[in-house]
């Protein structure tokens, strides 16, 4: 449970371990977040508004790493965020504050029963895929062979397809800190990469970078 109020994180706690749950609470959302990256947690109940990270950040982070524990999210009643936005960003069920501890236990018991689905992990973008379990790029259903350098920019385009994604963005996150980097890499590499997926797919923006066709 991620709450940084702390007298309903002591009721629920209280609440739950006389159902039997084993509960451990975070107080803020890096420490929500990184007990759930190393916790081996069956769900998890994670307020919106906590200090260092929102809720939907927490929950974004988690889903883009590709952590799939259930979450359910908790949000204070007429808040600036509603339903679509916790369930856009990964949660797979919402509840608002005030709630009754009822329909919490209820939600949670179907939540653990439904357990953590295996998620699609395969990215697609237009007639491309890109499966990170398999290393495997196919275009239109053929496959398509890249080298790791090449693998390793379209995996970065490819979580972001639709949007501009900056020359310093790719550098910063495609090679390694302190690598020997021609000026020129990403220009040259996008080039590359265009030859194997199509020109037309990755298109340049004057001045802000590259933005990969959805
Ligand atoms: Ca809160």
Request: proline share 14%; charged share 0%; aromatic share 0%.
């Given at each position: 449970m991620v709450e940084d109020e702390s007298r309903l994180a002591s009721a629920l706690r209280r609440g739950l371990a006389a159902e039997g749950f084993a509960v451990d609470v975070a107080d803020s959302g890096p420490a929500g977040l990184d007990a759930a990256r190393h916790g081996g947690y069956d769900a998890m109940i994670l307020d919106?508004?906590?200090?260092?990270?929102?809720g939907y950040e927490v929950v974004r982070r988690l889903r883009a790493e590709e952590h799939w524990l259930p979450v359910l999210m908790l949000s204070a009643k007429d808040g600036e965020y509603d339903q679509a936005d916790g369930l856009d960003c990964g949660a797979d069920d919402y509840l608002t504050k005030p709630f009754s501890y009822v329909v919490l236990l209820a939600r949670l018991r179907a939540l653990l029963r439904r357990g953590a689905p295996e998620r699609p992990t395969v990215l697609v973008a237009g007639d491309l895929t890109l499966d990170p379990a398999r290393r495997r790029v196919t275009r239109a259903d053929a496959e398509v062979a890249l080298t790791a350098r090449e693998y390793a920019l379209l995996d970065y385009l490819i979580r972001r397809a639709g949007q501009v994604v900056s020359k310093t963005e790719l550098l910063d996150h495609v090679w390694d800190a302190g690598m020997e980097t021609a000026p020129n890499a990403v220009e040259v590499y996008v080039g590359y990469l265009r030859r194997k997926i199509g020109r037309e797919r990755l298109e340049t923006v004057r001045g802000a970078g590259y933005r990969l066709a959805t």
């Open positions: 919106v508004m906590l200090p260092g990270l929102s």
